[in-house]
C-alpha cells in the first residue's frame, strides 16, 4: 500500500498529493510517470510524476476531477492509500545544454512540466515559460514555475489571471523574435496539437508529452498506441515524449474519445451513489 501523507487543494478541481514511494523515488527523472490503483477493483490511472524527493522517498502526483477515477482520486485524503503505484514508467526527458529552452504547460499538464523545467535549468538553459489555463482556478503552480524560470508568461482564457488568451499568442511573438532552441509542451492534446502546428512554422524542435488510453503501461496491452512518424509507437514504453510535429494528431484525438460515453454513464451512477470529490 501507497499512503498519501499530504494532499493540498490547488484549485476547485485540482488536488496535489505526495506518496511515500522510496524505491520509485529513488530511481524516477523528469519526464517518467507512474500507474495507480485506488483499489482493487480501480482502474489503472497513468499520471506524469509532477514531483519527487528522493530524501523524504515521495513521489507527487497532481489529479484533475474530470472522470469518474479522477473524482475518485480527488476525494482520498491524508492517510489513505492507493492499493498498486507502479513506476517510474517510460523514457525521461533528455535534458542537455540546449541553449534558450520553452517550456509550456497547460491546465494541470503545468505539473508535469514543472521538472523539467527545472532540471533544463539546472543542466544551464536558459529556461522561457509560458503557463496557461482556461481560468486562474486551473492555473497551478505559477509560484514555483517562477523560481526556475528566467522568463515566465502567464495567460488565461477569460483573463482573469495574467494575459487573456492562449499560449500560443505569447509563443508566436517569442518564436518571433527567434534564438529559442528547443520546446516542451504539455497539457491538454488540443493545446499540445496547436502549440506543435505554430513551432513547426518556426522550424522549432518541440516534444510533446503523450498521454492516450493506457492499461498496463509495459507496452503488452497496446491501448496506448499513437501514430508518429508514420509508425505505430507505444507511449507507455516508447513514450510519453515525442516529437511534436511527427505526431498524427487527429488520430490520437479520435483515441482519446473512444470512451467518452461509457465514461459519462459509470459517472452518472456514481454520483446518483453519492461520489463526492471536495
Not at 524516477?28 to 490511472?45: A, M, S, T, Y
Request: overall charge neutral.
Amino acid at each position: 500500500m501507497y499512503k498519501i501523507i499530504r494532499r493540498e487543494q490547488l484549485g476547485s478541481q485540482i488536488v496535489a498529493m505526495d506518496v511515500f514511494a522510496p524505491k520509485i523515488a529513488k530511481k524516477c527523472n523528469p519526464g517518467q510517470f507512474i500507474v495507480l490503483r485506488i483499489d482493487e477493483k480501480g482502474e489503472r490511472i497513468p499520471l506524469t510524476i509532477a514531483d519527487f524527493d528522493r530524501e523524504k522517498g515521495t513521489i507527487t502526483i497532481i489529479t484533475q476531477a474530470v472522470g469518474y477515477s479522477s473524482r475518485k482520486i480527488c476525494a482520498m485524503q491524508e492517510g489513505e492509500a492507493f492499493i498498486d503505484f507502479v513506476g517510474p514508467l517510460g523514457q525521461a526527458t533528455e535534458i542537455e545544454n540546449y541553449g534558450k529552452v520553452l517550456c509550456v504547460g497547460g491546465g494541470a499538464g503545468i505539473a508535469p512540466v514543472y521538472p523539467i523545467a527545472r532540471a533544463l535549468k539546472e543542466a544551464g538553459n536558459k529556461v522561457i515559460s509560458v503557463i496557461g489555463a482556461r481560468n486562474k482556478d486551473l492555473l497551478i503552480w505559477k509560484d514555483k514555475m517562477g523560481e526556475i524560470s528566467d522568463e515566465l508568461y502567464v495567460t488565461t482564457d477569460d483573463g482573469s489571471d495574467g494575459e487573456k488568451g492562449l499560449v500560443t499568442d505569447v509563443i508566436k511573438r517569442l518564436a518571433d523574435h527567434g534564438g529559442i532552441n528547443k520546446a516542451w509542451a504539455i497539457g491538454p492534446v488540443i493545446m499540445m496539437k496547436f502549440v506543435a502546428l505554430l513551432t513547426k512554422e518556426y522550424n522549432l524542435p518541440t516534444i510533446v508529452s503523450m498521454n492516450p488510453i493506457m492499461v498496463d503501461g509495459t507496452g503488452m496491452c497496446g491501448a496506448c498506441r499513437l501514430e508518429v512518424d508514420g509508425n505505430v509507437k507505444f507511449a507507455c514504453v516508447d513514450g510519453p515524449e515525442f516529437d511534436g510535429h511527427k505526431v498524427n494528431w487527429d488520430l490520437s484525438l479520435r483515441r482519446m474519445n473512444i470512451y467518452k460515453a461509457k465514461e459519462a454513464i459509470a459517472l452518472e451512477k456514481a454520483e446518483k451513489g453519492g461520489l463526492k470529490w471536495l
